[in-house]
């Protein structure tokens, strides 16, 4: 199969196209290795992706709309799995015209490849944070996600709207995957579980918004790759049974889902764990709600059970010990 990944040097793209290099897919790389955080650790994941024979390296950004039409022209994907984006809620309260550029005017240049080449299936990446002020729990893809907080949750629920029109009026097969606080080794910098990893085995206190009173729902990487293999392999199909009411399917080839453990975890337990998988006590600097944070999150996964027979089980400390000994190999400390 030949699968065409953007977000290829990213935290889930690069353990994604692994999975599937790994499984003797063609992997046709893109990635324009963006400097919000640390290049170094993005070319890094990728060196362990160009071992393999059947990977192609690209070194593209999705708003150059004539070099994405190249690609998808040259390499003739048949299914397309989108995962780059301009990531971070509280970057996006100081920088949004990045978010416009990459999530929108990009994915507009997917999606319509996508469907000039006649692509069997896109699947790309939507958020947890599309909830927003939605406080029904847990969160539902069948709940509508008409309150985004933030211009990132905004582009993604935008996405999916993009995404839905392509499906009904190309019949284009499209899936969207609500990710949940995604963590585990070779993750990103600028998330909380990295930032406290650092800044405990630094002896610098760690920021705890909100007071510490947040839930989340967090799951690990491994898991997010094996749901979101699952997906890629059957294409996304009309619900016969689809009513106006329901914003998670369709009367056109159209699905989302949330990929989270379905679990609530208080975020001072999430630290405490940490802490032991360290073996050091973290100094804690309470601070207020920033703006654009949710204050819980869980995921309702009865579709991705239904239909995949598919749910993340692992736990906490599993995910954290093997991020704690993924950081301590990697950075020496």
């Keep these: 199969m030949k699968i065409l990944v953007t977000g290829s040097a990213g935290f889930i793209g690069a353990a994604v196209a692994k999975r599937l290099l790994d499984r003797g897919d063609e992997i046709i790389g893109i990635d324009n290795l963006d400097p919000y955080y640390d290049v ?36 003739r994907p048949q299914r397309v799995i989108n995962l780059a984006a301009q990531a971070g809620v509280r970057y996006s309260l100081i920088n949004p015209l990045a978010y416009v550029e990459t999530n929108l005017v990009g994915f507009i240049h997917i999606l319509e490849n996508c469907r000039r080449v006649g692509v069997e299936h896109l699947v790309y990446a939507s958020s947890s944070s599309v909830y927003g002020a939605n406080r029904k729990m847990p969160y539902s893809v069948h709940n509508n996600v008409d309150h985004p907080l933030s211009i990132y949750a905004a582009t993604k629920k935008a996405n999916e709207l993009m995404a839905h ?61 094996a749901g979101l293999v699952r997906i890629i392999d059957r294409s996304a199909l009309p619900n016969p049974n689809w009513t106006e009411n329901d914003p998670g399917t ?59 027979n598919f749910q993340p089980q692992t736990s906490i400390t599993q995910g954290l010990s093997k991020f704690v000994a993924w950081y301590r190999d990697y950075y020496r400390v």
């Design 165 to 225: 029109t392509y499906s009904h009026l190309y019949q284009l097969p499209t899936t969207g995957l609500r990710f949940f606080t995604v963590y585990g080794p070779w993750g990103r910098p600028d998330m909380a579980f990295f930032k406290f990893t650092r800044n405990i085995l630094a002896g610098i206190p760690i920021d705890i918004y909100n007071y510490g009173r947040h839930q989340r729902d967090f799951t690990y990487i491994d898991d997010i790759v």
């Design 250 to 308: 369709s009367f056109a080839p159209y699905r989302i889902y949330n990929i989270g453990n379905g679990r609530l975890i208080d975020l001072m337990d999430y630290i405490e764990t940490l802490e032991n998988c360290l073996g050091v006590k973290a100094e804690k600097n309470f601070l207020p709600l920033q703006n654009g944070d949710v204050v819980d999150t869980c995921a309702d996964v009865a579709d991705l059970i239904n239909d995949f």
């Design 40 to 75: 170094t650790l993005k070319h890094a994941r990728l060196n362990n992706l160009l071992i393999y024979p059947n990977f192609i390296d690209q070194r593209v950004n999705l708003q150059d709309g004539s070099a994405i039409t190249e690609i998808f022209n040259y390499y």
